[in-house]
């Protein structure tokens, strides 16, 4: 069945053709990603679909019956009433008819005198009661049809998915952040359960754990959808379809954005190889129109010539079929100037906290960067990402330990919402105001991102949000950083303008820390993963780690009745594309103090020391279980059984002041950090004996492997019972 037919759809704004001679039809079951370049014409479509916008030729049909549901980017002014108003209305109507079948029937009239069975009366009142019985079984057949019966506890459940408190959301008077507006719009919206979902943009604002949770909502959701976003890795994990507008044309794909991706290169390549060819065949009979004319063949000449144009007039057609509006923008950032020793800290967080009021962001936080380290920092909305920046940047203080940054180093950032000292200034002239540069320099700074002779004549304060980004770029580029700082730098980018910046940042010579929720860019950024999790800093060594970390912690989640969490269902920790070839681990990066090695190689992946607080053991920093082949003896090492976990000690009955309180979660807290650290590496080191597994394992082998698997089960429920700690302390 198909749920949208558009024919021959054509938009155009003030003259402009923003759409023309769309063709496209959605089955029922159907998830359509639609991706472009900004200003393509993704969001017009969505409006015209949803009847929100008038086509200026063509038709776009929605099938009779189907309730479609909208999520437009901008949601600033969503309703906070989170009852089905169609729910309500026939509740209403449910307890009218009730009322009335209590009245209706012929013995329950006030009437002393019960009516005769066969007379008028008594035939008047049975057909009242049949009219309301009918009318009862049909409205109830419609509140069963819009689930009534489990709304309450589907309300619930979408609520505690989308990490949104009820109490927040019915308190008028609070303010709600852009996350928290996004997520009530996702609420209300799914909530309703329409037939075709329309969605616009809407990962924009949320974090790790509402993604996961919407995209597995959308998974097993089963009507049809349509979703704008330029997320890949959510693309990736949802879409089955793929289309692409460009051009103010459409092209479809079957599959997610990896087969898209796939498909388009090879379309292209495809088409520049017919249009070289095309090239050639014309070069070619040029030549033998000249030698027609050298020999005074003046006929052959002429049929020569006749055949060129034909086949420039098939060059022209071809390409204005085929076009391709992309331009070749691509730009590298230049090398920093301080030469710093490839060992020396650029960066350092010594017992690092931080608190506005009685809200604890962080504490005793540990890492450092070294020169050309990477590291993304990641975490739920409201973790302390942002003021962990501004730590950085000195412009807020910490209330805590040290932060040491290396002198002479120069600081690039990119913030979240970019602003400019002069607003009403040209792209160019922002470009000139800073240091020394020539306008031919700035010229074609500007245009390797993507700024034409135009543009660059264009005001600050008339850019969108992604022209603000690449402009701020374009100054970090001269500015030659030796840190760059990007805050959520895929914001407002359009997936072009995403490969961009991911190669550009592929070459950066530098260390950066980049602020993002995007999977698809952390991953490709490479380098380690620094999240904010349970008031502290996790270092994970690189990104399949931190996945594989995530899907444990919510794993325990799941399985421990008694904690009380975000609930969320399990899911591949490896790319789509990448999930049948898993990538060798490592140990996990150092978090608190670590083992002083030679190299940054070495130094990145020294094994964390683990308190004997949280597990009863004690270990040495040992090269990564990566580097070195896991023999019996390594492993005996590594599964060497311990004492029996320490069991984390009730919160004292007496009430805790907030001094008392804090220190008692930052205890449990590092605990339950120390604990999740030694299971990485005993997880890897699981993994690297399993891949070893063969004819010539001995029984002295799998006795130490049966060892290894008994630790990480007393480690993974001695984890859960510092989780049970903390909530039973009150975690702040």
């Given at each position: 069945m198909s749920v949208v037919i558009i024919e021959n759809l054509a938009k155009d704004y003030f003259g402009r053709p923003v759409l023309r001679n769309i063709n496209l039809t959605l089955n029922a079951g159907e998830r359509l990603a639609v991706i472009g370049d900004n200003g393509s014409g993704k969001t017009t479509l969505l409006r015209l679909i949803a009847g929100l916008e008038t086509p200026s030729a063509g038709s776009c049909a929605v099938a009779g019956g189907v309730i479609v549901g909208y999520l437009p980017q901008d949601i600033s002014n969503v309703s906070r009433e989170l009852g089905d108003p169609r729910i309500t209305a026939i509740e209403h109507r449910l307890r009218e008819l009730e009322q009335l079948m209590a009245h209706a029937t012929p013995c329950g009239t006030n009437d002393p005198i019960a009516i005769t069975p066969g007379t008028n009366a008594s035939r008047a009142a049975a057909s009242d009661l049949n009219?309301?019985?009918?009318e009862y079984d049909r409205?109830?057949?419609?509140?069963?049809?819009?689930?009534?019966?489990?709304?309450?506890?589907?309300?619930?459940?979408?609520?505690?998915?989308?990490?949104?408190?009820?109490?927040?959301?019915?308190?008028?008077?609070?303010?709600?952040?852009?996350?928290?507006?996004?997520?009530?719009?996702?609420?209300?919206?799914?909530?309703?359960?329409?037939?075709?979902?329309?969605?616009?943009?809407?990962?924009?604002?949320?974090?790790?754990?509402?993604?996961?949770?919407?995209?597995?909502?959308?998974?097993?959701?089963?009507?049809?959808?349509?979703?704008?976003s330029h997320d890949r890795w959510f693309i990736d994990r949802i879409a089955t379809r793929v289309a692409h507008l460009h051009d103010a044309g459409i092209d479809t794909y079957p599959g997610n954005y990896s087969d898209f991706r796939r498909q388009y290169e090879e379309r292209?390549?495809?088409?520049?190889?017919?249009?070289?060819?095309?090239?050639?065949?014309i070069a070619r009979q040029k030549d033998v129109r000249q030698t027609f004319l050298s020999h005074r063949n003046i006929s052959g000449y002429h049929a020569r010539d006749r055949l060129?144009?034909?086949?420039?007039?098939?060059?022209?057609?071809?390409?204005?079929?085929?076009?391709?509006?992309?331009k070749n923008v691509s730009f590298r950032f230049l090398p920093p100037p301080s030469n710093i020793e490839a060992k020396a800290e650029l960066l350092g967080f010594r017992n690092l906290s931080k608190a506005f009021g009685p809200r604890l962001l962080f504490s005793e936080v540990n890492c450092s960067l070294f020169p050309g380290e990477r590291a993304a920092l990641v975490g739920d909305n409201g973790t302390g990402k942002t003021t962990l920046f501004r730590i950085i940047q000195g412009t807020v203080a910490p209330d805590n330990g040290t932060i040491s940054i290396a002198?002479?180093?120069?600081?690039?950032?990119?913030?979240?919402?970019?602003?400019?000292?002069?607003?009403s200034a040209t792209c160019l002239e922002t470009m000139l105001s800073v240091g020394d540069l020539t306008e031919q320099t700035a010229r074609a700074t500007l245009a390797q991102l993507g700024f034409d002779a135009i543009e660059i004549r264009k005001a600050v304060n008339v850019l969108s949000g992604g022209e603000r980004s690449r402009l701020r770029l374009a100054l970090l580029i001269q500015s030659r950083p030796d840190i760059l700082l990007l805050d959520e730098p895929t914001n407002h980018l359009d997936i072009r303008s995403l490969q961009i910046l991911e190669s550009a940042l592929s070459t950066y010579a530098g260390a950066m820390i980049v602020i993002s929720h995007d999977r698809y860019f952390i991953n490709r950024l490479g380098g380690k993963i620094w999240e904010l999790h349970n008031h502290t800093l996790l270092n994970h060594h690189d990104f399949d780690?931190?996945?594989?970390?995530?899907?444990?912690?919510?794993?325990?989640?799941?399985?421990?009745?008694?904690?009380?969490a975000r609930p969320a269902t399990a899911f591949s920790a490896?790319?789509?594309t990448h999930a049948a070839d898993p990538q060798p681990v490592r140990a996990a990066g150092t978090i608190g103090n670590s083992a002083t090695t030679a190299g940054k190689a070495d130094r990145s992946a020294t094994a964390t020391c683990i308190s004997a607080t949280a597990t009863g053991t004690t270990c040495n920093s040992a090269a990564p279980a990566a580097d070195s082949a896991i023999n019996a003896q390594s492993l005996s090492e590594t599964a060497k059984p311990t004492s029996p976990p320490t069991t984390p000690p009730p919160p004292p009955t007496a009430p805790l002041n907030p001094a008392q309180r804090r220190a008692l979660n930052a205890r449990l807290r590092r605990e339950q950090r120390e604990c999740l650290d030694r299971l990485v590496e005993l997880e890897a080191a699981q993994q690297h004996f399993e891949v070893g597994i063969d004819a010539d394992t001995t029984p002295d082998e799998y006795h130490k492997y049966a060892e290894l698997l008994a630790e990480i089960e007393r480690l993974q429920e001695n984890y859960v019972r510092l989780d049970d700690a903390l909530a039973a302390a009150g975690d702040e």
């Open positions: 009219t309301v019985l009918a409205v109830l057949a419609r509140y069963e049809q819009l689930g009534g019966y489990d709304y309450a506890a589907r309300l619930s459940a979408t609520l505690n998915g989308l990490g949104l408190d009820p109490a927040l959301v019915s308190d008028s008077g609070s303010a709600l952040s852009g996350g928290e507006l996004m997520r009530l719009g996702l609420a209300r919206l799914i909530l309703q359960h329409p037939n075709l979902l329309l969605l616009d943009e809407p990962t924009n604002h949320l974090d790790l754990p509402t993604l996961q949770w919407l995209e597995n909502h959308l998974a097993a959701y089963k009507g049809s959808v349509i979703i704008v292209r390549a495809l088409v520049a190889q017919t249009a070289a060819n095309l090239e050639e065949e060129v144009g034909k086949l420039e007039d098939r060059l022209r057609a071809f390409r204005a079929a085929n076009p391709d509006s992309h002198g002479g180093l120069t600081l690039g950032l990119l913030e979240q919402h970019v602003s400019f000292a002069d607003e780690y931190w996945m594989r970390a995530v899907e444990r912690r919510q794993r325990t989640t799941i399985t421990s009745p008694t904690v009380t490896l790319s789509p």
